[in-house]
Each structure stands twice: as structure tokens, then as C-alpha cells.
């Protein structure tokens, strides 16, 4: 996904929740899963390469923004979410799912 898929996925659950879901040390990973009532599934943003993690355990609503800078990217939405990392991917439904009720 290019930045700018990635960026209008984040924009359409603008208002959602979202969640920190993995973060693994060995690989500098960091996931976000991120879930709108307005929308089936979920949306999980991957970091890698992390450098600076800073984030709630749960927010909502969301307005994450992704942008470039000199060491790669930095992801924040206001007090709630920075992350400071190289690499910024995208991915759609992953399991589990859980059905909104």
C-alpha cells in the first residue's frame, strides 16, 4: 500500500477506535488495529523500524495522520498516538474478527 492507500483507509474510520494490538521488540514492530462502527472488519496500521513509541491503551474518537520526515515517518493523532519509525504499512481484515453488535 502507498502512503496516500494508507492515509485515506485511516481517514474513512476517522472517528473510530483504535488499539495498540502487537508490538514485538526483536523486530521493532508496532500494530494499531483499528476498528469504525461504520465499517465491516478492522484496519491494522504496521510500523517497523520503531524508534519512538508514545500511545494510550485505547482512544476514540481517531484522527491519525502519517507523515514523511527525515528518518521515515512519524504517525500521531493529538496526545493520544506518536510513533516515530521508517517503515508505515497497511493491512485489511485481519483475524480475529469480531462482528459489531
Known sequence: ???????????LRRGGEARPWEYQVSLQR????????????????????????EFDTTWS?????????????VVYD?????VECGVVAGQYNVMPLFDCV
Request: with cysteine; aromatic share 10%.
Open 30 to 53: 508496532f500494530t494499531l488495529r483499528i476498528t469504525a462502527s461504520a465499517l465491516a472488519g478492522n484496519f491494522h496500521l504496521v510500523c517497523l523500524a520503531c524508534e519512538r513509541l
Open 78 to 82: 493529538r496526545t493520544y498516538l506518536r
Open 61 to 73: 474518537p481517531i484522527a491519525i495522520t502519517i507523515e514523511r520526515c527525515e528518518f521515515g515517518f
Open 1 to 11: 500500500m502507498t502512503l496516500q492507500q494508507i492515509q485515506k483507509a485511516l481517514d
